[in-house]
């Protein structure tokens, strides 16, 4: 029924862990073979364990991210770098201030570009994903909607990045963090479909009961643009990494 691999794990701790320990290998891997390692990088909820295990191993372990590049998957638009709603901040709470990774290897859409200039911003981003390689792994959260970054319901297979609207079930999910969903911005800057299936390696985490539903539909429902994480199930190297709540309904 399962039309893209899913390792179900007893909690997020214990996924998080295993995708960690992943993701050092990976990062040592390339460390031994003199090359950098480019991770796609996202926010919200789902994500935080992993990153509080990344910090652990750096921590701990010795884990370097001297050669490690990331790209984030969104930004809000309209908010600057300094708000504390902004994924940049979030990312630097969440990860980078803990890590010895170079500044200007951090890379995440600007949510502040003058409208005329988003078009080639998108662009830019694009190229300096080209540029570094390309993503060797991609990790992800889903949204109520489907959305893998914030590739809302329409949002096509081949998309790039680019500025999208966001749904009124993403602004009231976001709702409770902005005092109210008259503070959530009403659009995005987002890596597209197409920009995240390039990834080498894609991994989708979600926990909880409450994304049970979507899980069953991006992993056994049909392919197409209402669930944009359906599009994994045609990715040759994507896997979702889910809880026992999460996976009830498979
Ligand atoms: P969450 O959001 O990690 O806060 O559940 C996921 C998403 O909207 O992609």
Redesign the pocket.
């Known amino acids: 029924m399962n039309k893209v691999p899913v390792k179900v794990f007893p909690t997020p701790e214990t996924a998080t862990a295993q995708l960690a320990a992943d993701t050092a290998t990976l990062i040592r891997n390339n460390d031994l073979a003199g090359k950098p390692t480019v991770l796609g990088l996202?926010?919200?909820?789902?994500?935080i364990r992993y990153y509080q295990e990344l910090i652990r191993l750096h921590k701990e372990d010795g884990l370097s991210f001297q050669n490690v590049i990331t790209f984030n998957l969104d930004e809000y638009a309209g908010l600057p770098p300094e708000h504390k709603e902004s994924y940049w901040m979030f990312m630097q709470q969440n990860l980078f201030s803990h890590l010895d990774i170079k500044a200007e290897n951090i890379h995440l859409p600007s949510g502040i570009v003058d409208e005329a200039a988003i078009p080639a911003h998108c662009d830019d981003y694009e190229k300096a994903i080209i540029a570094a390689g390309g993503i060797d792994q991609q990790i992800?959260?889903?949204?109520?909607t489907g959305?893998?970054?914030?590739n809302e319901p329409g949002s096509p297979k081949d998309s790039l990045t680019r500025a999208i609207q966001l749904d009124q079930i993403?602004r009231e999910?976001a709702a409770p963090s902005f005092d109210g969903i008259d503070n959530v911005p009403t659009a995005a800057i987002t890596m597209g479909c197409g920009t995240i299936l390039a990834a080498r390696r894609i991994v989708l985490m979600?926990?909880g009961a409450g994304?049970a539903s979507i899980v069953k539909k991006a992993v056994q429902g049909p392919v197409n643009d209402i669930v944009s994480a359906s599009y994994l199930q045609e990715h040759d190297n994507a896997v979702f990494y889910i809880d026992e709540s999460a996976s009830t309904e498979l």
């Open positions: 996202a926010t919200g909820s789902t994500p992800l959260g889903i949204g109520r959305h893998i970054g914030f993403t999910d979600a926990w994304k």
